[in-house]
């Protein structure tokens, strides 16, 4: 298992591509499920989740070639076993997004139950409903949930919170539904509208994606496509806090400022400069950071995905800042490993109380999930002395090669193969 071993205490400077977004790029694979021919992305990232579903994809029958451009064949796709294997579901949540496309295409799809996961339940009921509204048959056995219909028919459906991956899965499946579907309560993301951008250009009818009220005419057939990937905005906004925190000035190319609003108004409460330049968004750190207090809501809220992120910021401020979770339960994995660092953090159900300002000491830390492990190679880039972060597996799903991009703007930082876990 590889690690990240970082010397604390450069400032960064210079410029930092941001890339193609994870959370964009998952879905748009799954959506080249529903053309009639190959469909291909470009500007994706290179992440272990994108291998990932490719891997689920050339299960399913697809023709997958190329991986900064991505060339998706799903032909094959009418021959193949339409079902999603534990061994991919429980490495990837998002494999759990093939249900719409091979259910609206095809009028079937097995795939495993996802089970909780380390930030939390995240049960996929919503998805499911929004599947049998409809008109598709749901079966459970076996760990399995199975999705079966002739010919969808569009239906009213009024999700009971907004969510991103249940959004996304049914609107693909009622894309190609018989009549009209309207979702409610729909999930707003930046990643929700690439998708709709991305099914319009396959020749989905949809209107109102960014909003609350999702509006998509089904069609009978959908063409394969060629697209580059929205730029990813979590990444953007960690390097963000990489440069304000070390009281560096980053400029970040392509990054999304358009859907970084809530981010970028925490990092200059924080008293970081923040400007939108041609090129990207440039950050500067402050010579001393404020506190901050911040609830993570769906977008254009604060996002869950930077929550961890913005709370190492908030422990090098001086004075007290809370941080509040309100979209998983169990979202404070980083918090017991930050203090092991030198973080003041209590928390109490879903609010963390942050007292600054830390004093970080390196020492050897645990990646626990994704954004947890961006949050402690934020930590090691200020703790005094050497920090080893463990299980950087986690960090490869939405990061890439994050060691390599981060050492051309000064920090030191290495990755070593092949570390104890
Ligand atoms: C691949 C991807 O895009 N992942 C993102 C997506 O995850 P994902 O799509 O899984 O997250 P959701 O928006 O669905 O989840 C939001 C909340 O709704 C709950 N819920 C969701 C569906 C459901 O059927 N029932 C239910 O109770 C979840 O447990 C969670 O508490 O959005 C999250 C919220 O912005 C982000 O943190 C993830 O990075
Ligand atoms: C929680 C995340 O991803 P996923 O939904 O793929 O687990 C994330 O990107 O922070």
Known sequence: MDKIVIHGGARLQGELQVLGAKNAALPLQCAALLGDGPTTFRHVPRLSDVQTMNQLLVGLGCAVEGDRTLM?????????????????????RASVTVMGPLLGRHGFARVSLPGGCAIGARPIDQHLRGFEALGAKIRMSHGYVEVKAKRLKGARINFDMATVGGTQNVMMAASMAKGTTVLENAAREPEVQELAIVLGKMGA????????TIEIEGVDNLQGIDHAILPDRIEAGTFAIAAAITG???????????HMHAVIAKLEEAGAECRVEPGGLRVIGPDELAPIDLVTRPHPGFPTDMQA????????????????????E????????????GADIHVNG????????????????MATDLRASACL?????????????RRVYHLDRGYETIEKRLRKVGAKIRRYHGAPS
Do not use: W
Not at 248 to 258: E, T
Not at 309 to 328: D, P
Not at 350 to 365: E, F, L, M
């Open 330 to 341: 169990n979202r404070f994995m980083h918090v017991p490993e930050l203090c092991r660092l």
């Open 350 to 365: 879903n609010v963390a109380v942050i007292r600054g300002k830390a004093r970080y000491t390196g020492s050897i830390v």
């Open 205 to 212: 009818k949809i209107a109102g994606a960014g909003s609350s």
């Open 72 to 92: 998706i064949d799903p032909t094959g796709v009418q021959d193949g076993p339409k079902e999603a294997p534990y061994e991919l579901v429980k490495t990837m």
């Open 377 to 389: 190679v934020l930590a090691g880039l200020v703790a005094e002395g050497k920090t080893e972060i």
């Open 248 to 258: 560096g000035d980053l400029l970040l190319l392509d990054a999304p400022s358009a």
């Open 309 to 328: 992120q913005m709370m190492v910021l908030a422990t090098l401020a001086r004075g007290q800042s809370v941080i509040t979770e309100t979209i998983f």
